[in-house]
């Protein structure tokens, strides 16, 4: 049987089925031609010779649209090939994370499954099997995010026909336990610290509540007369809007006024940022918080963690009274955030009372004012 089929008034093929006898009996050749080579394929009977040469017509009518073959290439080259082709488009952060999961946790594992072998059961044992390899919850939520976007990666590519990570469900966590610390124990560790201005960085994070992106980005023209203006943050190297997009104005305490007025005294060529890298340009917040941050909690015998600084600040400001409106504002939150992360808190501090606030920083129970005002503007 020899079928020729026109597609859009070009002829786009000519397939056969031919009977065959052989020592073992009969069987059918299916053959075609695809560009300038000859192909193919032999079947036990003429009704699976016929259902391949139909579906073979099919997927060149379709084309590059066509469903392929589940792939046959390990999981490894896959996730290189994923990187090269789509890791240019990631923030490095993003790029350095996921390279770190996948060399650790998945290559180990699936690196030389093939693709079309990966589905859903093989996922969960993976997921099984990191886990009893000490992977903590969270971790292996990321692992598994990671895998998931690579074979979805793999599936828009037509090398297997569904990503086997889909709705599959995240592993139970823990609610991460949020600890405040008192001023002593934060001011240890500070003076823990050798060069001053590391010294002023722990007291940023704690008495005004920066996020360590923002810290790494602040400069001394955001350093105004009572409050600091947050008006950028440092991820991946590189000086970015503030997490939510929206500047905001912090209050500047007593303890972090006194520091930063030293630190700003012995400013030697620091240039306009306030915590420098040793050599210049943004700080490395990562390095620093194993280099430094690690090194003077050992010495004072603390297990306090640079997080802390800011839900300790928050929890401050809470427990002295002030409302959920002028803290979210601090803080960059939505109130609603919070309101989640310090509702316990509200039983036991103080009425809001009207004091007086720091320039361009909202009094508590007024109105909420996201806007940063420009250096020696009263409000």
Known sequence: MSNAFVFDGVVSCAMSVHKRKTKRGVVYDVRWREGQKNKGRTFDTRADAVAFEA????????????PGEPSTMPLGD?????FTTEGVAWEATTRRTRAHLVDKWIIPW???VALR???RSAVREFRAEIVRAGSPPVNTNNVTRVLSAALGAAEDEGLIPANPCRRLGRVRTEEAKRRHHAPEVVHAIAQAMDDPRDQVAVAILYWAGLRPGELC???????NEGFISVTGSVQGGKRRPVKTAQPRAVPIEPPLAAALTALRGRNDGGGDLVIPAPRGGYLDWHNWTARIWRRARERVGSDAIPAEMRHSCASRWIMEGHDVLTVASWLGHHPSVTLRNYAHLMATSPAPAAR???LGVALPGAPVSHRVPPPGQRS
């Open 217 to 223: 980005a602040l400069e001394w023209g955001d350093v």
């Open 78 to 82: 896959w996730l290189e090939r994923w």
């Open 356 to 358: 007086s606030a720091p």
């Open 110 to 112: 699936l690196g030389d």
């Open 117 to 119: 072998d990966i589905g």
């Open 55 to 66: 579906e073979q017509r099919r997927r060149q009518r379709l084309g590059a649209h066509a």
